[in-house]
């Protein structure tokens, strides 16, 4: 399809859906990992106790985001100077080789250190990916959507990243209670999921090359092909990179504390069994997901700032409950309305952020503007979570990271409060009809 034609609602809709799966099997991959990692954790390290060998596989998994950040730099630039269309297809290229590499990797018993090494390295290409494809995913999402309901259509970025993170879960769930044995899952049955990943992700590639270009790349390449962003270019946004990193910081940690963590700490911490360890995880990220459209289009009416403002203040004043409510809870359903709480509040967060950074940056600097300042933030407070809170009960002060948590939603909280509304002062707008931002759109 020519990158010059003019968008119909039709092929807006096409290439929305076509960039969402993409999305979808690169979150996919990217947390089954996460899911899988009780499982997997002695084939790549040394036998020793469960804590010990989660916080190996903890490690690996904040060392993948140290990648983040470089691939949010390098695809940035990329997606803003040949357009987000080819960014998104190198991107789930990349996810698909390091799933696949994970999938047929040889134990620590068969080669030793080099087992943990080609999971790092396997992560390191996983992070690459996924650092470009949330930047460049945002933008695209975010341009490619209608004016009107940019925070609807946004919100499916989050839609597609918690299916994944689901989808992983679901086929843990099917393989642990009807196709598998505890026994085949820890021998040979983790690989499963990453061959699956590698599968789809050629589906996503195929997909990726029926996406329309957005507008306001193409406009803004046509009106000045010369151009380009850089580095230097996104340091003359000094406040759009600073809120950026403000807003993602306690939003970031609070995700990933109540979506990836719990698995692990239910187990480790509230004795249940990784079955309905899974179960409670599935179930509430089912409803997280639903959420999502729900709030995005919410802030579509009432604007994006009060909806982080929510977030920033219940986060403050509950963060510390739910997880120690998570901590003593007794019974499944118990855990899965604590869980649920703390995802209901998150989705303040997580269904605009995309749309909010998209809309602080100009179309030239946009995919990198989103993409770096998030990954930076990120690879430091989301992909720390699960092993500062492994790190803080293995030394008996679980509770520090309950007050941890809390303080870094406070922070994001001071910026959502003093930011401006971006509903009613966003570069997309400008950049698609020369209007100033808010005058007319508000």
């Known amino acids: 399809m020519d990158a010059t034609t003019r968008i119909t609602p039709a092929n807006r809709l096409r290439s929305i859906f076509s960039g969402s799966v993409g999305n979808l099997v690169e979150w996919y991959d990217w947390y ?57 297809m190198l991107s789930v290229l990349l996810m698909c080789a390091g799933s696949l590499l994970i999938a047929v990797a040889p134990g620590h018993d068969s080669i030793g250190l080099a087992a943990p090494a080609l999971l790092v390295f396997a992560r390191l290409l996983q992070g690459l990916s996924v650092g470009g494809e949330y930047g460049t995913s945002a933008t695209y999402l975010s341009e490619m959507a209608d004016a009107r309901r940019r925070g609807f259509w946004s919100s499916f970025q989050y839609v597609t990243l918690v299916m994944g993170q689901l989808l992983a879960l679901g086929l843990l769930v099917l393989l642990q209670r009807l196709l598998l044995t505890e026994e085949q899952l820890h021998d040979w049955g983790w690989r499963i999921p990453f061959v699956v990943g590698a599968l789809c992700a050629v589906t996503a590639l195929y997909l990726r090359r029926g996406m329309q270009e957005t507008e306001s790349f193409v406009a803004a390449r046509s009106h000045d092909p010369k151009r380009r962003g850089s580095l230097r270019v996104l340091l003359q946004h000094p406040r759009a990179v600073l809120t950026v990193i403000g807003l993602t910081m306690g939003g970031t940690l609070s995700f990933y504390t109540f979506t990836t963590y719990p698995q692990k700490f239910l187990v480790n911490t509230g004795g249940f069994s990784k079955a309905d360890a899974t179960l409670i995880s599935a179930a509430s990220l089912l409803v997280f997901m639903l959420l999502q459209p729900l709030v995005g289009a919410l802030s579509d009416r009432i604007g994006r700032r009060p909806i982080l403002i929510a977030f920033g203040v219940l986060g403050t004043l509950c963060t510390y409950t739910i997880l120690s409510g998570i901590a003593a809870a007794s019974s499944v359903w118990s855990a899965f309305a604590w869980v649920m709480t703390g995802l209901v509040i998150v989705s303040g967060y997580t269904s605009i952020n995309a749309v909010v950074k998209a809309e602080l940056f100009p179309a030239h600097i946009r995919a990198l503007g989103v993409g770096l300042p998030y990954a930076l933030t990120v690879s430091v407070f989301g992909g720390t979570a699960e092993y500062l809170a492994l790190w803080f009960k293995k030394v008996g002060h679980e509770s520090y990271f309950y007050w941890y948590v809390t303080a870094c939603v406070a922070v994001s909280l001071s910026v959502y409060v003093f930011m401006r509304d971006t509903k009613l002062h966003s570069c997309i707008d400008r950049d698609q009809d020369g209007a100033q931002p808010g005058a007319a759109k508000a």
């Not at 190996?56 to 060392?63: H, I, Y």
């Not at 730099?73 to 960014?87: E, F, P, T, V």
């Open 32 to 88: 089954a990992y996460s899911a899988f990692a009780i499982y997997f954790a002695p084939h790549f390290f040394p036998k020793g106790d469960t804590t010990a060998q989660l916080l190996d596989t903890a490690a690996v998994f904040a060392v993948g985001f140290l990648m983040r950040p470089v691939g949010g730099w390098l695809m940035g630039l990329y997606a803003d100077r040949h357009g987000r269309k080819a960014a998104l």
